[in-house]
Nanobody, 122 residues
């Protein structure tokens, strides 16, 4: 089966930076769009950014200029560089990916990671 595992979360002061990583593993044929979402307590899960297999990126308007998404197709990994972090950025950040697996080549399936906590506090 396929798993997405996030890493890189933690506690950071306002204005600081974090780099999140997510690696997909398992019976993967190909990874299509990958992205990051976040969810704060009591809030809806929202898109942070995503990136296609060809490298086209899409960001939430409010995060443009501070966050950068990238990927390494050879590693089936996606990254999120977060700069100038604000308290309102605190949330659980989830990795998401559309994946064509070896066990079901006729349909793209969507997967979620378990999330990594980002806390922004003084």
């Amino acid at each position: 089966q396929v798993q997405l595992v996030e890493s890189g979360g933690g506690l950071v002061q306002p204005g600081g930076s974090l780099r999140l990583s997510c690696a997909a593993s398992g019976t993967i044929f190909s990874v299509k769009t990958m992205g990051w979402y976040r969810q704060a307590p009591g809030k809806q899960r929202e898109l942070v950014a995503n990136i296609t297999s060809g490298g086209s990126t899409n960001y939430a308007d409010s995060l443009k200029g501070r966050f950068t998404i990238s990927r390494d197709n050879a590693k089936n990994a996606v990254y999120l560089q977060m700069n100038s972090l604000k308290p309102e950025d605190a949330a659980v950040y989830y990795c998401n990916a559309d994946i064509l697996t070896l066990t079901q080549l006729d349909r793209i399936l969507n997967y979620w990671g378990r999330g990594t906590q980002v806390t922004v506090s003084s």
